[in-house]
């Protein structure tokens, strides 16, 4: 029958068993301590970095759908370098006709917005200052399906299409870089070299997955095509580096993928047979990809740091031993005045455990101190310590002391008294 206060008596000794011993104590908690401080930092780190890309995503547009040159294979790490000769393009491309031909509204119904966008990286400068940020070029719906806004100015417009103005809206980023505290609207800055007029200062948005979204500069597409970025494909249409395309409201994803991928391949005069020279994917898809990759790596990392623990328990077993063996008089005595293995066994087990969940208490500490610690070295970043993995780790440290507490403790219970109290 269950009794609390031979339990609290057990702990009670329990502890002044290791403040008797406190370096040894230390020591044998110190792989329990570091194992579980690597499996709460890691966790930590992890669910912090699903956040912060799901929130990059957020930062990129709700709700889009990514169109990249190449086959799903060919883009699965990133955008394919593509092969040039005498400015066209060799190879996979997206050109502005296919843009245009997604925007037909009998064969794409389900389309809100086609945007397309040639990125590059160009010199800008002012005066004496010069820095190298992205340069895309952009038409106006490009603002409203990446959720961009101005806080000064104005954003590119038809007209400046027309007439392949030079003119440029820039991030937060580029404005601290060039223009310190002056307002940037209607200066000149020089893009390799040219003039282009600011026209616009966005809204900023911070880091991204794809690095500072604040340090970019956006100008017509068609000035784009026309000066910054000439390439184009085999028959003479200029290409687009991506599109992003935003669904009409309520449109099934499925439903305007195979519309976009329908037009697609009909453009490039795909066979039945042939595999896509595009690719297609949705913020669900990358996010599914990148939580699948971090999931993976989080219970590898996971997996060596309970490597320490198993250290830990046997260090354990081992003082265990160690202290069955130095008091095994004590052991003796106690049978000999009415102790019985089952008293014995629990005391001894409740030793093992109160040691190994001291570590883990400890751990658990280390662990989110460390979580947080590393979040200060990336801005925008947020460790999360979730309940759920600080009880995972109380709990393993508790199976740990049970584990390998269990055999010393079973060795203890079953000396005999007689023969432990001769023993010297």
């Known amino acids: 029958m269950f009794n609390f206060s031979s339990l609290v ?74 092969v040039l000769r005498d400015n066209v393009v060799i190879g996979p491309s997206l050109s502005i006709k296919d843009a245009d031909a997604l925007r037909d509204p009998r064969r794409v119904p389900d389309v809100a917005i086609i945007a397309p966008e040639v990125r590059t990286v160009a010199s800008v400068a002012r005066g004496a200052d010069v820095i190298q940020p992205f340069v895309s070029g952009v038409e106006p719906d490009y603002a409203i399906a990446r959720s961009w806004a101005t806080v000064e100015g104005r954003f590119i417009t038809d007209g400046d299409m027309t007439s392949r103005a030079r003119v440029a809206v820039i991030g937060q980023s580029v404005v601290r870089e060039l223009f310190e505290d002056s307002s940037p609207i209607d200066q000149l800055i020089k893009l390799n070299g040219q003039s282009y007029r600011v026209i616009g200062v966005l809204e900023g948005k911070g880091g991204s997955l794809g690095g500072d979204l604040d340090n970019q500069v956006f100008v017509p597409l068609t000035t784009a095509h026309n000066e910054l970025y000439p390439l184009r494909n085999r028959a003479g249409e200029p290409v687009v580096t991506f599109m992003y395309v935003l669904p009409r409201e309520g449109a099934a994803r499925a439903d305007v993928t195979e519309q976009l991928t329908t037009v697609l391949r009909e453009r490039h005069n795909i066979s039945y047979r042939d595999e896509d020279d595009f690719s297609v994917y949705s913020q669900a898809d990358f996010l599914a990809a990148f939580g699948a990759i971090i999931g993976a790596v989080t219970i590898f990392l996971s997996a060596i740091a309970a490597i320490s623990l198993i250290v830990g328990g046997i260090g354990i077993m081992n003082i265990m031993l160690v202290t069955v063996t130095e008091r095994t008089r004590e052991i003796g ?92």
């Open 333 to 424: 005595l106690r049978k000999a005045i009415g102790a019985k293995r089952r008293d014995i066994l629990v005391q001894f087990l409740i030793e093992a455990t109160t040691l190994s969940l001291l570590g883990g208490g400890i751990g658990i500490v280390i662990g989110a101190g460390g979580a947080l610690a590393i979040g200060q070295l990336v801005e925008g970043f947020t460790p999360t310590v979730a309940p759920a993995a600080v009880l995972t780790a109380a709990g393993f440290s508790l199976a740990v002391g049970l584990f390998f507490g269990l055999y010393p403790a079973w060795r203890a219970s079953r000396l005999n008294p007689i023969e432990a109290l001769r023993y010297e």
């Open 9 to 82: 008596e057990n702990v009670r000794m329990a502890l002044r068993a290791l403040r008797a011993n406190k370096l040894r104590a230390a020591l044998t908690m110190l792989g329990v301590i570091i194992g579980v401080a690597a499996v709460i930092t890691l966790v930590s780190v992890g669910r912090g970095v699903e956040r912060y890309i799901g929130d990059a995503f957020g930062a990129i547009g709700t709700d889009l759908l990514f169109v990249l040159p190449g086959s799903p294979e060919e883009t699965s790490s990133g955008p394919p370098s593509q």
